[in-house]
Each structure stands twice: as C-alpha cells, then as structure tokens.
C-alpha cells in the first residue's frame, strides 16, 4: 500500500488528503482495496455515483456505444446528442441545454450565458454585467469560479480574482434584494450546500427568491451540480420548494458515475442568444457521454432512485436524530445527503471517519466538523442498518 501512496506523494501534487486506502474494485455500494477488504461507500465521489459502482446496464452501455462511436467532433452531428438534449429538457422542463463535461464548465457556461443574456436582452452595458453568488458557495475550481468562492484556501494567490461577482449570505432573500443593481444579470447558487458541509435552507428562502428575481429581472440560475438528478430525494433540489428557475446546471451524477458528463439547462431566451463560435467543448455532447448520461437518466427511474433516496434518507435521518452523543451538535439532511456536525472542541470529523474506514465504511469530513453521508442511491436498507450501529457505537462511546 505505502508504495501506491508514495508514487502519488512524489508525482503528484498534494491537492487532497485522502484516507490511507488503495482502492482497486468496486460494485454497487461496495468498494475493495488493493489487500482485499471490502468497504461501504458513503461518499460516492461527492454524489457522482448514484447508480452505484458497475452497474450492468451502463456498462454495457459503455461498451457498446464506445465500440460504435465514442467521439467525433461538434464539428458534425451525432445520433446520441440530439436524444439526450430533449431528454434532458423534457425531465427538467427547460428549453434548451448546452453539454459539458465537468460541473465546473458547466457553470463557467451558466456564468457565459448570463452574462450574454444580460448585454443582449437585459442591455446591461458592456463588461459592466453582475452576478450575485452566495457565502459558503461551492462550483468548482476555475479561475473565475475561485474568485467568488467565500472559502480563504481556494482562492489565495490564484488571483487576481476575476470581477463582476457580489457574495451575500446564503438564505438570506433580503441580503439579495438589497444586492442587486441595474446591472445585476443573474443570481447563481446552490439550492442547498454541499461541500459548505450540508447546509439546508429554511422553508420559503428559494420561493422568495424566485419573486425577487422576476420582479428585478434578474436570472435565477441554481446549480444542482450536486444536489440534482435524485440526492436530496427529489429530482431536483429546487423542488422542494417548487421554484422554476431560469437555468439549472448538472453534472455528476449524470455520467453514471462513469464519466464526467455535465450541461447547463435553461430557458430559450438565454441559450437561444448563442451563435456559433461563441462557446464550445471538445469533449462535450460526445456519443459516448451522451449514451451514457441518457442511459444513467433512464436508470434513475426504471430503479426508482429518487423516490429511494428520499424514503431511505427519512429513514436514516430519523435515527441518526435519535443518537445521544455529546459529540453532535447538529444534523442536517435531505434525501441520502445527510451531514452530522459534531463539537469541534469535543471531536474529530476526520478521526470518526478514520474510525469509520476500519470498520468499513468510507466517509469524508468537510470543514472539519461535518461527516457527510452520501451513498449511492442504490443502497439497501439493511447496509444503512449497519452504518447507522456502526456510527451509533462511535458517536455514543466516545
Ligand atoms: C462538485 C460541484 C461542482 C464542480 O464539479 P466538477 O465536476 O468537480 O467540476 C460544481 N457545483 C457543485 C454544487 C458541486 O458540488
């Protein structure tokens, strides 16, 4: 094992601190290390691996498409990208969507595209355009997302930072409101945080703002990066509100934890404005992605996951709610997307997840003090017995 973590110390650079295991194999919920032993995976790749690890179907899938044709170019059509747009839009009840490959494009899309709406048909002046974001916001690693992004260690000396960003404070209707400008083209956040640690917003916050916006023509833009396609036990995290928002980003999930597939979703008057030369991806809208992402959306309801998730997640939550440990100090969830807190001064998130590894289960803290619980959506009853004893043994003997 020190040999595998020792070429990655050496050529690579450390951007992460992993758990010392070597994964090799995985199916289902189940992962393996390179000895053999066997772990339930609670993270999923951050929520990437809904459909679970190897699911027959898409790799079949996979295969096929990738033996038939994997990726030409956008230089001409493709009989797989088509299906998967309408798709796509039909399931989110948008327009039209532009297909990426990771979550971060996807929102650099998003941001292109608000901008673009907010010069052409809001007549913002030119360079002038804004777009409010939120404290404790998270999507992803470019330049110009770092920028905005509230978190010291992600943006320090990768500036300067780009301008045109405003961040308020999350579920904070007023704080946006009082934000916006003439100048304001869009307001771009994630219906409920998850790498900010599980952060859920109260009841009305996304509905209010759904009104601000319309009122101050401005696009409400939620990225479901992370809570989409099923995680938080609707399809959308915006649906437990019931919101209709202007343009929803997705990725994760929506490779089938295969391949990195992502698309910006939106109304016809935003994409619309797009001509040709104005935006573009080598690898996005692939026939391999496409086939994969149309099979994985078709798995999500031929199996049911998303009703599972919130079914299950319900069932998780309430017993996690009744653990007495003087460890936790909050938890928070919906669907199979749950953080438990715990008292930074009395525990450990990164400890109580080492402890869970030698028990077998994989789980990662973030900011510290929050566990994640995030497993594939696949997961059974029972597995989430067993996970739950496992945590209850830790949390109430310590
Ligand atoms: C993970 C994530 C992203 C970034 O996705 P990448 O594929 O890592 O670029 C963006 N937004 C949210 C909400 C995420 O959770």
């Known amino acids: 094992m020190d040999h595998f973590l020792e070429l990655e110390k050496t050529y690579g650079a450390q951007v992460y601190h992993p758990l010392p295991i070597v994964l090799s194999r995985g199916k289902g919920v189940w992962l393996w290390d390179i000895h053999g032993k066997k772990y339930l995976d609670m993270l999923s790749a951050y929520s990437a691996v809904s459909h679970g690890y190897a699911h027959p179907k898409l790799l079949k899938v996979l295969k096929m498409q990738a033996g038939k044709l994997a990726v030409p170019s956008r ?30 494009e996807a929102v650099e899309t998003a941001i292109k595209s608000a901008r673009l709406w907010g010069y052409l048909a809001k007549k913002i002046p030119e360079n002038q ?39 308020i404070p999350f579920a904070d209707a007023q ?44 696009l409400l833009l939620l990225d479901e990066v992370q809570t989409g396609l099923g995680r938080t036990g609707k399809l959308f995290g915006f649906q437990h509100e019931s919101v209709d928002p202007d343009g929803i980003i997705l990725g ?41 992402a149309r099979e994985a959306l078709r798995l999500l309801e031929e199996e049911d996951l998303v009703a599972r998730s919130e079914k299950l997640g319900n069932y998780l939550l309430k017993k996690l709610r009744k653990l007495e440990s003087p460890l936790i100090k909050e938890i928070r969830g919906k669907g199979l ?3 438990i807190e715990v008292h930074p001064e009395r525990a450990s998130a990164r400890k109580i997840c080492e402890e869970l590894m030698r028990r077998g289960i994989l789980a990662k803290e973030t900011h510290h003090t929050v566990i994640r619980l995030a497993p594939p959506l696949v997961i059974k009853r029972k597995e989430i017995d067993w996970v739950f004893e496992q945590l209850r043994e830790i949390l109430e003997k310590s």
């Not at 597939?261 to 016809?268: E, G, H, N, Q, R």
Request: glycine share 10%; proline share 8%; net charge positive.
């Open 175 to 218: 704080a946006l409101e009082r934000a916006i400008t003439p100048y304001t083209c869009a307001f771009l956040v994630e219906p409920m945080q998850g790498e900010a640690g599980i952060r859920i917003p109260p009841k009305g916050w996304l509905k209010e703002v759904e009104a601000i916006c319309k009122k101050h023509n401005v």
């Open 75 to 104: 230089a001409f059509y493709n009989d797989q990208m088509g299906p998967f747009l309408k798709q796509l839009c039909e399931l989110s009840q948008m327009d039209m969507a532009i297909p990426m490959n990771t979550g971060a």
């Open 252 to 292: 994760k999930a929506l490779g089938g934890g295969l391949l990195p597939v992502s698309a910006f979703v939106a109304k016809k008057k935003i994409l619309s404005l797009f001509k040709p030369g104005m935006h573009g991806s080598t690898f996005g809208g692939n026939p391999l992605a496409c086939a994969v």
């Open 129 to 167: 355009a804004e777009i409010i974001v939120a404290e404790g916001n998270f999507h992803g690693r470019t330049t110009t997302i770092v920028s905005f992004s509230s978190e010291e260690d992600y943006k320090r000396h990768f500036g300067p930072p780009t301008p045109g960003f405003k961040i």
């Open 337 to 339: 997307w749950i953080g």
